[in-house]
């Protein structure tokens, strides 16, 4: 049979996809457990169940993501910045260019006709472009992280938050929740300010072509739209799965290109 | 940078919104309040400089006429360099050259743009510059290296061995444009012979760059009237310095802004000195009147800048000290170091004279002149050290009976964020309560201004200043 | 080997120590302008200092502010740990602006930690030009610096002296380039981690021991038949100061890449190049240390450093460049950028990254933008690969 898993274990979410025939036929998306060989074990299983296969019946499985050294069930390791490439050409055919916002990192890459990775640029050592900075303001508004990108629409009267490093930025949203300010409009806020770091990152790599969103923050509807603006180029969707996958995707695609060789990809 | 940014020239959009603001006052006071409601972004600032009396009209007008040279240099055939705050435009200007300085125009660019200069901060770091670098450069870098701005020539910076990371912004501009590029150099000390030999070697080296690059030598006789000027505005500002002294001052904090933006624009030009004279003139009848600098109209503490100002958004920052009834005694930026000056009779080889006798003289005391620019006469060596910034910040807070020193800056600034924390402890030894700001002078994102405002709030109440 | 590692990876090593036994001084030094020779010359042993082995930054916090480089705090963390109680003098150089005010956070540490400031503590004046007046200047500082020595440790640094100091020096010297010379080759039979180890052991080790042991090991790297090369990419290391043993290994132990060069401050870019033997002594150090510096601290000369850059990476034939820089080291961070352009734009990949230094490097994420890069490299020598068939076909 030909079968391939990805498997990808980030700091916030693990993920995992079973692909046969260059189609996904199982996914999960579960939050990550202290040690990442659990979080590994139970995405995997999840999606084999979700895909109603067992572990034999895989051919080769490829594992990525900031736990990738500590899962045990894997063939071979990739870097995340290579599966999310992957992913995403095959999420969207056309994309060339692709954002990626994961828990702990911020990636813009330009990728060729067969996803793979060209230039990248990465964020600094600093949390305040990334997945932990929204989960963090998260925390602090009292609402989902899904919720908290659709404040954007409702606000009236976005704050400008001044800061973006996560501590400082904490402390000022604390003080707008004092002072009465409504939720929309911090939320907002947030969401621009989280857009304004990326938009430094993307520019770098001068976008071109269709540009492409992964990983999870591409589900929060108010950092896209503000970034949108910031580098006043469109970000494609693509309905084909959920761009939180697109790493575990890549990484499927991975074990195929491994067994099968480039054209049967 | 958001593509709509780049569709606008910055320099034309900043020059005219300047020449504009400098208009408004013209009129009637009712025209003038009508005209304020159309300029919405930077009224704030624009009204502090009007409320700031004639010398605040003038400095706009000042403003205007710095933005007017550069944007006309190209029709004028002149040629345009871009340089930092800390190096005598004088020199420029004998050779007739436009000066483009990147400290300037970014503090003015955050006082009236109106959501401080992010964007153009934040080109610098899509084309490479690390984020970390300052952004008192970063500023209006960002827009030059956009091509936004008038084309500069070549680039002079004289900070290397002063503050490094202002002179990599400059080397950075020139490498990345690919335009020629000069530093003056300064060892870590200042005052002894091999020091002084220093400054006069690599000025004239200077010098010979910059006849090559515009292809006519210096004009001695140009170079001696510009240096007559300046030794009238430098008494000038001694006469400030004196008024500064009195308790209370007649001085408002926003005169301090004027007296060494102006200095740092045009130094030379009979526009600066026409502005002192202003200011020397309101405040000697303030203090014939009795009336204190600051706008409440009481003076209840005094505050000695230790280094730089808060540029950020609508003068917010003089527009606090004014509230809160405190005097600004001055920052590093203020002081020109002119031999008879008061302050400097106590430290020695720490000023400079004018002799325009012959041409060696005139250079002897431009290069001298410069090395004591602010920042480059005392932030080069050890703090503690013979002339430097523990000295001469304990010279003047003495002078001037500061109750408190602070110190504002830029995370970018490598050079006073490594020694702030012990220089701030021997400040206190010395009985001064020292705050020590965690901002950004030029941008609020650091910190943001309400923020920044309750920790110093906190600190004049904790230490029982206020 | 071993010598040359635990050299490297001890802020103390044997050496120091054996040295110490014998009643000799040790000077410490900052920033690679400090021209060991004249150590050598009156007998002291020149012990660049480093900040591996920290743990915590309490020390170092309280005199740094926030926004500073973790290098010259990690060295005054060690200082105000005692670790560099072995030193008899310390010489601080105005390498940029972190380094410089080592001069006075270390000095102050020692008002409130006993003893850990050497008794000869040296503030050594460096220019940012080698032109005419910044080369006499230097002159006079290194002359300056002699006469202090002189009296202090009560030695006498004569030219004869330093001459012979400049031939042994040499020496090393050479036998760096033979081995920089191996790593050319298309089969490299070392790895970048043990010739870096061994590069900065020297700046550690006293000079006749080093040279001795160098001479041993380069002739038995000339033996080795084993190509340590094959199926890896040639990567070269440049940017911010580096000391770090580990950085190294974290590279070349995911097996898919060797270091065949790198352009750092303790690397081979100055233990590389000889120094005249001949005419003034004096003269000859400054061409070298001042004259021939690569430090971006040299303002206005980018693009000298990149050609130096673009014929190290045809010399290694490198297939890609890591550039990193330590948070806060504006002077690599921006260059590396104005590098990356000019790589990129004639086909050399590039990877630009912060990070902080040493033992508070954040392995995780270094690694992962190393792999990406690496797999980035293989994809573009695969389709390199393929592309004649393509054409063909």
Aim: glycine share 8%.
């Amino acid at each position: 049979m030909n079968i391939f898993a990805g498997c990808d274990v980030g700091s916030l979410t693990a993920k995992a996809v079973i692909m046969k025939n260059n189609r996904i036929i199982g996914s999960s998306i579960i939050k990550s457990k202290p040690r990442p060989k659990d979080s590994a074990d139970a995405a995997f299983h999840e999606a084999l169940s979700d895909a109603g296969v067992s572990e034999d019946e895989i051919k080769y499985c490829i594992g990525t993501g900031y736990g990738r050294e500590k899962i045990e069930f894997v063939d071979e390791v990739v870097s995340e910045i290579t599966c999310h490439g992957k992913g995403a050409r095959w999420m969207l055919p056309t994309a060339e260019t692709v954002i990626d916002i994961g828990g702990q990192d911020c990636k813009t890459m330009k990728i060729d006709k067969d996803g793979n990775v060209g230039r990248f640029s990465a964020n600094d050592k600093c949390a305040s472009g990334t997945g932990r900075f929204l989960e963090v303001m998260a925390k602090v508004l009292n609402v989902g992280i899904d919720e908290l990108g659709r404040l954007s629409q409702k606000a009236k009267d976005p704050i400008t938050l001044a800061s973006t490093c996560t501590v400082w930025a904490q402390a000022d949203v604390i003080k707008y929740i004092n002072s009465g300010v409504p939720i929309e409009d911090i939320g907002a806020g947030i969401n621009s300010a989280m857009a304004a770091r990326v938009a430094i990152l993307v520019n770098a790599v001068k976008p071109e072509g269709d540009i492409f969103m992964t990983g999870g923050v591409a589900k929060n509807v108010g950092v896209v739209s503000t970034l949108e603006k910031l580098i006043g180029k469109r970000i494609k969707r693509a309905r084909k799965a959920d761009p939180q996958i697109a790493g575990a995707i890549g990484a499927a695609l991975l074990s195929m290109e491994k067994v099968n060789g480039k054209m049967a990809a | 940078m958001r593509p709509e940014i780049k569709e606008y020239n910055y320099d034309w959009l900043m020059g005219h919104a300047v020449a504009a603001a400098a208009k408004v006052p013209a009129g009637m006071q009712k025209e003038t309040e009508l005209t304020l409601r159309y300029i919405p972004n930077f009224r704030g600032v624009a009204e502090s400089f009007i409320n700031a009396g004639p010398p605040g009209i003038q400095f706009m007008g000042l403003l205007a006429k710095y933005y007017e040279n550069i944007l006309a240099a190209r029709d004028q055939g002149k040629m345009i360099v871009g340089t930092t705050f800390c190096n005598t435009p004088a020199i420029l200007y004998a050779m007739d050259i436009v000066p483009a300085t990147f400290e300037v125009l970014t503090a003015i660019g955050c006082l009236i743009w109106k959501r401080g200069m992010f964007d153009y901060m934040d080109y610098c770091c899509e084309v490479g510059m690390p984020e970390t670098s300052c952004s008192s450069q970063r500023g209006f870098l960002g827009a030059y290296l956009a091509g936004l701005c008038e084309k500069i020539d070549f680039v002079i910076c004289d900070t290397p061995g002063v503050c490094d990371t202002n002179a990599n912004a400059f080397a950075f501009a020139s490498a990345y444009l690919d335009k020629p590029f000069f530093q003056l150099n300064y060892p870590s000390s200042i005052g002894d012979d091999r020091s002084q030999t220093y400054h006069i070697d690599d000025y004239k080296a200077m010098i010979r760059f910059i006849e090559k690059q515009c292809g006519k030598k210096l004009d001695y006789d140009r170079l001696a009237e510009i240096l007559k000027e300046i030794d009238k505005q430098d008494a000038l500002t001694a006469d400030m310095e004196d008024m500064l002294m009195l308790v209370p001052t007649p001085i408002p904090p926003i005169f301090n802004v004027i007296i060494y933006a102006s200095r740092f624009c045009f130094a030379g030009h009979k526009i600066y000195t026409e502005i002192l004279e202003t200011m020397v003139e309101t405040s000697k009848q303030r203090v014939a009147a009795g009336v204190p600098g600051s706008a409440s109209g009481e003076e209840k503490l005094r505050a000695f800048m230790c280094y730089i100002d808060h540029y950020t958004v609508d003068m917010n920052f003089y527009d606090y000290l004014e509230e809160r009834g405190v005097a600004h005694t001055g920052s590093i930026l203020t002081r020109n170091f002119r031999d008879d000056n008061k302050y400097v009779q106590d430290l020695e080889g720490s000023s400079y004279g004018i002799d325009t006798s012959t041409p060696d003289a005139m250079l002897d005391s431009i290069a001298q002149m410069n090395a004591r620019y602010p920042m480059v006469r005392s932030i080069r060596g050890p703090y503690d050290k013979h002339g430097m910034w523990l000295e001469e910040s304990l010279a003047l807070a003495k002078m001037y009976n500061a109750d408190c020193i602070l110190y504002n800056g830029t995370p970018g600034c490598r050079n006073t964020w490594g020694m702030i924390k012990p220089f701030a402890r021997d400040m206190e030894k010395y009985g001064y309560p020292t705050h020590i700001m965690n901002d950004d002078a030029f941008d609020d994102r650091v910190e943001s201004w309400d923020a920044t405002k309750e920790r110093l709030d906190e600190f004049f109440h904790v230490r029982g200043l206020l | 080997m071993k010598i040359f590692n635990d050299a490297a990876t001890q802020v103390q090593c044997e050496s120091i120590t054996q040295w110490k036994k014998e009643g000799k001084p040790v000077v410490g030094y900052t920033c690679s302008y400090a021209p060991a020779e004249i150590f050598y010359a009156a007998d002291i042993l020149p012990v660049r200092l480093r900040g591996i082995e920290t743990e915590g930054m309490e020390v170092a916090d309280t005199y740094f502010g926030p926004f500073i480089c973790s290098f010259p705090k990690c060295i005054l963390q060690l200082a105000g740990k005692g670790k560099f109680s072995f030193l008899d003098g310390a010489i601080i150089t105005p390498g940029c602006d972190g380094m410089r005010r080592l001069d006075e956070c270390w000095r102050k540490a020692g008002e409130d930690f006993d003893g850990i400031v050497p008794d000869y503590f040296y503030y050594f004046d460096v220019p940012h030009k080698s032109e005419n007046h910044g080369m006499a200047w230097y002159i006079e500082e290194v002359k300056e610096l002699i006469k202090s020595l002189e009296n202090h440790f009560n030695v006498s640094i004569t030219n004869e002296k330093l001459k012979t100091a400049i031939k042994v020096f040499n020496k090393g010297r050479r036998i760096l380039k033979e081995i920089e010379d191996l790593r050319g080759k298309d089969d490299v039979v070392v790895s970048g981690t043990d010739v870096f180890a061994a590069t900065v052991a020297g700046t550690v080790i006293p000079r006749d021991e080093y040279t001795k042991e160098l001479k041993k090991w380069a002739t038995a790297l000339k033996k080795r038949k084993t190509s340590l090369s094959k199926e890896k990419k040639r990567v070269m290391l440049v940017g911010s100061v580096s000391d770090e043993i580990d950085l190294f290994q974290l590279i070349e132990n995911t097996d898919k890449a060797i270091i065949v060069g790198e352009n750092l401050c303790f690397g081979i870019r100055y233990q590389g190049n000889e120094i005249s033997e001949d005419g003034d002594p004096l003269e000859s150090l400054a061409a070298h240390y001042l004259g021939a510096s690569v430090c971006p601290r040299m303002f206005g000369k980018y693009k000298e450093r990149l050609k130096i850059l673009k014929d190290r990476i045809d010399h290694t034939k490198a297939e890609g460049v890591i550039m990193q820089n330590i948070r806060f080291c504006d002077l690599h961070g921006a260059e590396n950028a104005l590098f990356e352009r000019d790589l990129e734009a004639i086909g050399i990949p590039c990877l630009r990254v912060e990070r902080e230094y040493g033992p508070h490097i954040d392995a995780g994420r270094m690694k992962l933008r190393i792999n990406a890069f690496l797999e980035r490299i293989d994809a573009k020598s695969d389709q390199k690969s393929t592309e004649p068939l393509s054409v063909s076909a």
